[in-house]
Each structure stands twice: as C-alpha cells, then as structure tokens.
C-alpha cells in the first residue's frame, strides 16, 4: 500500500517525525497522559501515522525512506556519546550512597530474573538476544534498549518494535505501582523507618550553572561526532580479531565515551546538560522512525510471552530488593527510587523522588541512573551471548 506521503519527501517526512517527537516531550512534562512515558507517546503517535498510511513503514524492505535510513546510520552513534558525559564512576560510587547498594542488588535481581525467565518462557527464534536486550533495559531504561539492539543486529529484526512497544508498556505499568509502594502499610515491616534529614536544594543551582549556550552545544556535538567516529573506524579491526557480526562500533562508542568522561570530569561537566538535551532529543527522534515500523501482526505475535518475561523479571527484581531492605538498612524511598532507576533510567528515578518529597534522593537517582547506562548494555550483551 503506498502511503499519502511518498518517501521521496523527505523535509516532509523530517518535519513529521520532529513533530512526533516534539510531541512526545512536550506531553510528558505537560502530563497530558498521566505517567505515560513521553517515548510511548511519540512512538504511538509515529506507529498511528505509518499503520493508516500516512507515512511509509519502516519495516517494509521494498521501500527505501532515506530520511528513515539517515536517522538509522548516525542518530544513534552520536546520541549515545552525548548521553554519556556525565558518566563519572568516581562521583556515582562517591555521591550515590545507599541508594547504589540498592541499585546494585535490584541490578542482580534483573540479572537473575532474567535467567529464570528464559528458562520459564520460550521467546521463539532470537530468544537468548532478545532477553539480553530485555536485561541490558531494565537495568537502565530504553537508552540501553536500543544500544543493545544495534550491537546485536537486532534492530533490523521485524519483533524489535513490538518488543520496545511492550517494554514502554511494562515499564509504564511497573512505575505507577511503585508510587504506590510507599503507601502500603503491611510492606512498612520490611524496610527500616525513614528519617527526616534536611534535604538541600542544590539540583537548580547546578543546572543555572551549566545551562545550554550555543558554545556548549557546538563543542558537545563535535565530541560526540570525534567520539562516534573513532569507534567506526575502530570496530572493523575488533570484529576481525574477535571473528564475531555483532556490530561492535555502537559497543566501541559506548567505552570510549565513558572513558573520555572518567579522564576529563571536569570539563565535560560544563557540557553535560547541554549534551544529554540533544542526545535525548535525538533518541526521541531514533523511537520516533522505530514507531514508525510498528507492524500490528507482529505486536500481537510477540505480545504475551515478552509481556510475561518482562513481568517475570520484575517481579524478581521487587521480591529481592525487599528481602533485603531490612537486612542492608534501606527505606522504602531508597528502594523505590533505586528501582525506578533500575526500569527506566535516571528521567524517571529523579522526578520520582522529587515527587516523593525526597529532594536529597535527587542527584544519586541521577546518577545511579547514568550507572546504567553504563553497565547496562554490557550486562545485556554478555547475557545474550552466555544464553546463545
């Protein structure tokens, strides 16, 4: 079916897809849908438009979109760099408090739910790839989704929009039950009782101090670009010594990023709201083009085994960390804060603790969080190859 606009229009199609990411940002800090990830609504939105055929299917192998393809080849190799500026293992260990003890057990949690998990429930074909990529998410939200995806050649795979629709909706569902956590009295026995220390305001002050100028939006991107560029150039001779297909460039870009951020904290810290902006700009725009391949048969296909794996692995990951809430002398706040930045990443653990009214949570959330993003995607590679 040819779709009302052609893939030759391409500043038509760009402006789509700017929209729908646009959109998307600007519904979650609107609130218009309640707690729904602004990820789920631009790609809903992006999946409606190719589906009524307004806009060409991503996933359609006889139609080549070049906007769709541009997007594909660099958005993601220049996201992932600009996303990993403040990845500072010194700081996160130094700042992040009980919160990353809690964070590292809900990480195992993951981990081990995830073995059982594919044990229990058969995925089809791909399954040990596509239960790395569910581990290496949930272990730092979708960022850690899509960089899985692109090392194991999974991108390409017809099932990667239905499995990232079903995570978006799992995760989802997962964080509105933690806000209800602190509310349950008979769940008060298993953590120790929350203090009220004095909780400073220093999260404004910070962000007034690097804001966005046009200086560090021109120097982030010319890191990034220096960065991505090196792991491309880099990974063919990788590949060729390892004789392996996964596609080691994105796996290269994402150490050479956290590297870049360990030996030079100082100076990229200046950077770090700047770049983390444009890089999560572009991730929307990357989800925006991968809800746009959104093919129903295979949601409906895949939906219920992935939706009982993800299930399964979070029911783990809850069950442990409040086993061991009273033993490591951790409240309900730092269990759920750290949880929240288990499934989805530091975008939600920090507006969740503010919302909480636990302000001091606010920066180890963050970065906890950006742990993830660094560990994460190895953790989920390593798994998809242990399983294979």
Request: net charge neutral; glycine share 8%.
């Amino acid at each position: 079916m040819n779709s009302l606009i052609a893939p030759d229009k391409h500043l038509i199609l760009l402006l789509i897809i700017a929209g729908a990411a646009a959109f998307g940002i600007y519904s979650e800090h609107k609130k218009w849908f309640g707690k729904v990830s602004g990820i789920l609504v631009t790609m809903i939105s992006m999946s409606v438009l190719s589906m009524t055929g307004v806009v060409p299917v991503a996933s359609n192998p006889k139609i080549k979109v070049e906007v769709y393809s541009m997007v594909f080849d660099y958005f993601i190799p220049i996201a992932i760099p600009l996303m990993l500026f403040g990845s500072n293992l010194v700081k996160i260990i130094r700042e992040s408090g009980k919160l990353l003890l809690a964070y590292i057990i809900g990480a195992a949690g993951i981990v081990l739910g995830c073995l059982l998990a594919y044990q229990l429930i058969d995925l089809g074909e791909g399954s040990a790839n596509t239960a790395g990529i569910i581990a290496a998410t949930l272990i730092g939200g979708s960022i850690n989704f899509v960089t899985t995806a692109e090392i194991l050649n999974f991108s390409s795979n017809p099932l990667f929009t239905a499995t990232l629709a079903i995570d978006n909706f799992a995760a989802n569902i997962y964080v509105l039950l933690l806000f209800l956590v602190p509310s349950v009295g008979f769940l008060a026995r298993f953590f120790r009782k929350t203090s009220d220390d004095e909780q400073p305001e220093l999260l404004a002050k910070e962000e007034q101090k690097h804001a966005i100028t046009l200086e560090r939006f021109a120097v982030s991107i010319f890191i990034a670009l220096l960065v991505a560029g090196a792991g491309t150039i880099v990974s063919p001779f990788f590949q060729q010594l390892f004789q392996t297909e996964l596609n080691l460039s994105i796996l290269l870009i994402t150490v050479f990023s956290i590297v870049l951020a360990n030996l030079f904290p100082k100076s990229l810290k200046k950077l770090e709201n700047t770049a983390f902006s444009i890089g999560l700009w572009m991730m929307y725009i990357f989800l925006a083009v991968i809800g746009a391949a959104t093919n129903l048969q295979d949601i409906l296909k895949v939906g219920f085994p992935v939706l009982l794996f993800y299930l399964t692995i979070m029911l783990f990951h809850f069950l442990l960390l409040l086993s061991l809430a009273k033993l490591f002398k951790l409240d309900v706040y730092e269990v759920v804060v750290s949880s929240a930045a288990n499934i989805m990443g530091p975008s939600v653990a920090a507006p969740m603790a503010a919302s909480l009214g636990q302000k001091k949570l606010i920066t180890p959330g963050i970065l906890t969080g950006i742990l993830g993003y660094i560990i994460g995607t190895f953790i989920g590679v390593s798994i998809a190859l242990f399983l294979s």
